[in-house]
């Protein structure tokens, strides 16, 4: 790393304020942020400052023409209290995938790691002890050139900032199997995690709460049959003992939950395919009676079972979640891993150090 990076602190910590037994999820920020600036062709600047808001200009080129990406993912302490992260590595080297299909430039990977450690270092006491919360990590870059054209900006920000989040005690959702409006085909920006995704999600999200569901499961295919996902979640089926999950193809974001859970289920030798998953093949299987259980996985909830999958006028009931395995095993893994209860046999778990700062 060529530059290190400069730290300002704040002159009085915010934590006293937060009531860490109901921590609404998102609306809770650290005293401090990671910022860095692209502009003469490279990064510079990485700096540590006070949580805070920024100026933009009114013709800053995110806010017309979407260049904007972004990453989730959370530090948790062991039961020990010892702050760490999960798989930083995945997330770094995935906002650079989703930077070049957006046409932005690569952030360096040692920095947006180093950064995670210093902010998070600093930032410990922010840290939820429970098993199941954690501190919440929304690394994210835009474009912030003050020009008017659709062109690629020459300049971007790049910021870290943190929040804690509470236990994500999602309760199970009903889904409905969209066929009109898609997230994303292959070739399209689905496997970016780009902020006008989510955008185009909102409407069919909202028509889809309005008719009683909570989310939407995405189809694609020429006949909007194949599986993507559901919300901002990968999805996973038990059919008759075997796990099955879409194969990415283009057009679904790869989850690092998901990666996680395939190298799970393989470890622990319960059958698992990713592979092109039909509508019909599901509704086949609930009517054998061998749609065991579904569930979304990501790194907010983990794992958000699925009650209810309606596609069109057939309303699929799922059994309850009291009588499911895979799903409960996989978070009571993660979240296990998290608190160091489980043993790290695949090295996910990176301790937080302190790093040399300025
Ligand atoms: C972030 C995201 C996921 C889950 O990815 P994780 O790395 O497991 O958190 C799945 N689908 C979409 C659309 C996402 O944005």
């Known amino acids: 790393m ?24 998102g609306r809770v920020f650290s005293d401090h942020m990671f910022v860095a600036d692209y502009r003469d062709g490279e990064w510079q600047d990485y700096r540590i400052v006070p949580f805070g808001d920024f100026t933009m200009h009114p013709a800053s080129m995110a806010l017309h023409y979407g260049q904007a990406i972004f990453e989730g993912m959370k530090a948790s302490k062991s039961n020990d209290g010892d702050p760490w992260l999960m798989r930083p590595e995945m997330h770094a080297a995935r906002i650079n995938r989703s930077a070049e299909r957006m046409m932005m430039p690569a952030f360096p990977e040692d920095v947006f790691v180093e950064a995670l450690h210093a902010l998070i270092d600093l930032d410990a ?23 008017i054209g659709v062109k690629p900006s020459e300049s971007y920000k790049f910021v870290i900032f943190t929040g804690p989040v509470g236990p994500y005690y999602a309760k199970p959702v ?8 898609v997230r994303a085909v292959p070739g399209g920006t689905g496997e970016a995690k780009a902020a006008g995704n989510y955008a185009g999600s909102l409407l069919p999200a909202h028509l889809a709460q309005k008719e009683g569901y909570d989310q939407v499961v995405w189809m694609g295919g020429p006949d909007m049959k194949e599986i993507q996902e559901v919300g901002t979640m990968n999805i996973f089926f038990v059919i008759d003992g075997t796990v099955v999950t879409p194969a ?12 996680s859970f395939l190298k ?7 059958p698992v395919e990713a592979r092109r998953l039909t509508i019909d093949e599901v509704v086949a299987a609930y009517k054998a009676g061998k749609l065991e259980e579904a569930f979304g996985a990501g790194t907010a909830a983990v794992v958000s079972h699925v009650a ?36 790290d046999t695949h090295n996910w778990i990176v301790p937080v150090k302190s790093p040399a700062l300025v």
């Open 174 to 181: 009903r889904l409905k199997v969209e066929q009109h409006f």
């Open 125 to 147: 006491a922010w840290i939820p002890p429970q098993e199941g919360s954690a501190l919440y990590v929304r690394p994210y870059m835009f474009a912030t050139d003050e020009f």
């Open 264 to 270: 799970i289920l393989a470890e622990k030798g319960i």
């Open 2 to 25: 060529k530059q290190k990076i400069q730290v300002t602190k704040v002159q009085q910590s915010r934590i006293a304020e937060v009531d860490f037994d109901n921590i609404p999820f």
């Open 248 to 259: 990415t193809d283009g057009a679904i974001l790869h989850g690092i939950t998901r990666d």
């Open 308 to 343: 209810e999958i309606a596609y069109g006028d057939l309303h699929m009931e799922l059994p309850p979640v009291e009588d499911r395995k895979i799903g409960i095993m996989l978070k009571d893994y993660i979240d296990g891993l998290r608190s160091g209860r489980v043993e």
